[in-house]
C-alpha cells in the first residue's frame, strides 16, 4: 500500500503543467534522435545534458531535468524503429533486430502496420517493465549482482545458442556467419594483454575495432540498398503506401497477433536489462532469437513477421527501464545511457545506491511516475507521426535511394567523426550484398559482433578466476543451469537436421 500512495505521489508531480511539457518534449526530441542513423539514445542524453542545468537553475530541483532526459531515452527507444522500419537502416544499435522483420512487412506495402505494431508493442514492453520495476525494485537489484562473469558469459552463450535458429536450416553457413561476426569482434587491441589483434594490413583504424554501428548500418543500410536496386524489388512497392485512420485502427486491432512476441521482449528485456553493463541491445537480439525459436511458424521471421517487429520493440523498451533499476538502486549504470543519466545525478548532488529510495523519495516517486507518463506520451506521439514517417516511402526509389546512402555516410560519421568508419561502412555493405546473393544469413554475424566484446572479456575473467577450469560454467548453481540449457539449444537443431538427412536417404 506504501508503493501505490507513493506512485500516487509522484504522478501527481510528473502531470505538473512543467514536468508533463518536459517530458512532452523530450519524447519528441528523443524520437528524431532515435530515428537518425548513428546518433541514439546515448547521443542525445549526452548532447542535452547541459541543457538540463538551466531546467534545475529554474526548478531548484533535480527532478525536472531528470523527467526531461529520462524521457529522450524513452523516446530514442521508440523512434529507433522508425528508420529500422521505412530505410531499412537502424537508427541505434537496439534497432537493429527490428530491421529483420520490419524492413521486409513495409516493402509488402504495410509499413503502417509494422510501425503501429513497434509502437505497441514497446508501449505494453515499457508498461510491464515500470510495474515490475515499482513492485521489485530492491530484489530485483540483489539479484542482479549476484550475476557475476560464469552467470554473464553463460547468458551470452544462451544467446548464441538462438543464432542456430536464425539462420534457417543452412547451419553450417549460419555457424560460418557467426564466425564471422566473433572475427570482426575480437579486431583491435587483445582486452588482457593489450597486443594489438587483426589489424589487417596494419591499417591504424582499425585499432579502435570494427564498431558495431559501422556494420550495422553497411548491412543494412547500404547493402539492403544495393540488394533492392539489383532485385528490382522496389517498383510496386514503395508508391503504394497509403495510411488513413482506418488503417492505423485495423493495424491496432490487429495487434493481438504479436501478443507472443510481446511478451517474451518484455519480460526477457527487462530482465537482460538490470544485468550491469547488458543494455537493450543484447536483449533486444536475445528476444529476437527465443521468439523465432518457440514459433510455430520460424520460416516467416525474416520475411515481415510481426512478432519478429514486437520482440525486440517490447524488449528495448523493457530494458531501458530495467537498466535504471542497478542504477538507481546500486550506483551500476545498466547501460551506456544510464552512465549518462549517473553522471548527470552525482553533477545535481544525489547519490545513487541502496539508500536513494529512503533518502529522496521525492526524487525517485515523481521520476518513476514520469516513466508511465512518457510511456503513454510517447505511444501517442508516435502513433500522430505515422503518416509523416509513410512520407518517406511514398517518395520515388530514385530519390529515395540516394538518401539512405547520404544517411549512412552522415549516420556514420556523426557517431564516430572518423572517415576510416565511412569507407570501412561501404565496404561492410557491398560485402553484405554478395553475401546474401550467396544465400549466406546475415542476422547471425551481426548478433555476434554486438555480443562478442561482451561475452569474450566474461569468458576469460572467468577462466583466470578458475584457473582455466571451465567447469565453473557447470557447478556454480545461477551458471549451470544456463550453460546446459544453451548447449541444448545449440546442439537441439543439428540433431534435427542430421535425423532429416537420414530419413531422406533411406526414402531414396
Excluded at 51 to 61: A, H, K, L, R, Y
Excluded at 105 to 111: T, V
Aim: include cysteine.
Amino acid at each position: 500500500m506504501d508503493i501505490l500512495t507513493s506512485l500516487m505521489g509522484g504522478f501527481l508531480v510528473a502531470l505538473e503543467p512543467l514536468n508533463l511539457g518536459l517530458a512532452v518534449l523530450g519524447v519528441v526530441v528523443g524520437l528524431f534522435v532515435g530515428a537518425m542513423p548513428g546518433l541514439g539514445s546515448v547521443n542525445g542524453v549526452a548532447i542535452l545534458l547541459p541543457f538540463t542545468f538551466v531546467i534545475q537553475s529554474m526548478t531548484g530541483s533535480a527532478t525536472s531535468p531528470m523527467i526531461f532526459l529520462a524521457a529522450i531515452y524513452y523516446g530514442a527507444m521508440y523512434g529507433g524503429a522508425i528508420s529500422s522500419i521505412t530505410l531499412g537502416i537502424p537508427g541505434a544499435s537496439t534497432a537493429v533486430a527490428t530491421t529483420f522483420d520490419g524492413r521486409p512487412l513495409a516493402l509488402k506495402g504495410q509499413a503502417d502496420r509494422a510501425l503501429v505494431t513497434a509502437a505497441v508493442a514497446s508501449f505494453i514492453g515499457g508498461t510491464i517493465a515500470n510495474v515490475l520495476f515499482t513492485a521489485f525494485a530492491p530484489p530485483l537489484a540483489s539479484v542482479a549482482l549476484k550475476f557475476g562473469d560464469p552467470e554473464i558469459f553463460a547468458l551470452m552463450l544462451l544467446a548464441f545458442a538462438t543464432f542456430v535458429g536464425l539462420g534457417g536450416d543452412d547451419i553450417p553457413k549460419t555457424i560460418f556467419s557467426i564466425c564471422i561476426g566473433l572475427v570482426l569482434a575480437t579486431v583491435g587491441f587483445d582486452i588482457v594483454s593489450g597486443e594489438p589483434r587483426l589489424i589487417f594490413f596494419d591499417i591504424t583504424g582499425f585499432s579502435h575495432g570494427v564498431r558495431f554501428l559501422v556494420l550495422a548500418i553497411g548491412v543494412y543500410g547500404i547493402g539492403e540498398m544495393i540488394w533492392t536496386v539489383n532485385s528490382s524489388r522496389y517498383g510496386s512497392t514503395m508508391s503504394e503506401v497509403n495510411v488513413s485512420f482506418s488503417r492505423v485502427l485495423a493495424s491496432i486491432r490487429k495487434f493481438h497477433e504479436a501478443w507472443k512476441g510481446t511478451l517474451i521482449g518484455s519480460f526477457l528485456g527487462f530482465f537482460v536489462g538490470i544485468l550491469p553493463a547488458a543494455g537493450a541491445t543484447p536483449g533486444s537480439l536475445m528476444s529476437y532469437g527465443v521468439a523465432k525459436m518457440t514459433s510455430r511458424n520460424p520460416e516467416e521471421y525474416g520475411k515481415g513477421s510481426v512478432d519478429g517487429i514486437a520482440a525486440p520493440e517490447a524488449a528495448n523498451n523493457a530494458a531501458s527501464t530495467g537498466a535504471m533499476l542497478p542504477m538507481m538502486t546500486l550506483g551500476i549504470p545498466g547501460s551506456p545511457t544510464t552512465a549518462v543519466l549517473l553522471a548527470g545525478m552525482v553533477i545535481w548532488g544525489l547519490q545513487p545506491g541502496p539508500l536513494l529510495f529512503t533518502t529522496q523519495p521525492d526524487f525517485v516517486w515523481p521520476l518513476i511516475g514520469s516513466f508511465y507518463v512518457s510511456n503513454i506520451v510517447a505511444l501517442l506521439v508516435n502513433l500522430a507521426f505515422i503518416p509523416l514517417f509513410l512520407w518517406m516511402l511514398r517518395m520515388p526509389f530514385t530519390i529515395l535511394a540516394p538518401l539512405i546512402f547520404v544517411l549512412s555516410l552522415v549516420g556514420t560519421f556523426a557517431a564516430y567523426q572518423n572517415m576510416f568508419d565511412v569507407w570501412l561502412m561501404v565496404l561492410v555493405g557491398i560485402a553484405a550484398f554478395f553475401l546474401r546473393l550467396l544465400d549466406y544469413p546475415l542476422a547471425p554475424a551481426v548478433l555476434a559482433i554486438v555480443l562478442g566484446p561482451i561475452a569474450e572479456p566474461k569468458l576469460r575473467q572467468s577462466l583466470l578466476f578458475s584457473d582455466g577450469d571451465f567447469s565453473i560454467f557447470f557447478t556454480r548453481p545461477i551458471a549451470g543451469p544456463i550453460t546446459i540449457i544453451a548447449i541444448i539449444l545449440i546442439l537441439l537443431p543439428m540433431f534435427r537436421l542430421i535425423r532429416r538427412k537420414i530419413r531422406g536417404n533411406i526414402t531414396t
